[in-house]
Nanobody
Framework: VQLVESGGGSVQAGGSLRLSCAAS????????MGWIRQPPGKEREEIAS???????TYADSVTGRFTISQDFAKNTLDLQMDSLKPSDTAIYYC?????????????WGQGTQVTVSS
């Protein structure tokens, strides 16, 4: 499984970015994928996910501003980020493949940097 994130960059507060995670060796339609971010000096936080039944879950910190979606034709997992804040500055990772009896994901991308300036 290979996951490659793209779409990161620098933006001013209030702006938007769209991240995309291209998956190979994994069918996005399977679900069980998520976006996780790691702000500088802080722990990783899962901010959006899709489970095996297609249910979407968002962290409180991004609810109403971020939208996760699947593009089945391109086999990508996307994250639309609107109304960005400086606190959204982080490395954003795409992950896929759930373990049967424990949390976490089997496969991870390398991450893409998002920087939001005030």
């Amino acid at each position: 499984v290979q996951l490659v994130e793209s779409g990161g960059g620098s933006v001013q507060a209030g702006g938007s970015l769209r991240l995309s995670c291209a998956a190979s060796g994994y069918a996005v339609i399977s679900g069980c994928m998520g976006w996780i971010r790691q702000p500088p000096g802080k722990e990783r936080e899962e901010i959006a996910s899709i489970d095996v039944d297609g249910r979407l879950t968002y962290a409180d910190s991004v609810t109403g501003r971020f939208t996760i979606s699947q593009d089945f034709a391109k086999n990508t997992l996307d994250l639309q980020m609107d109304s960005l804040k400086p606190s959204d500055t982080a490395i954003y990772y795409c992950a896929a493949g759930c373990y049967l009896n424990s949390p976490g994901y089997r496969s991870w991308g390398q991450g893409t940097q998002v920087t939001v300036s005030s």
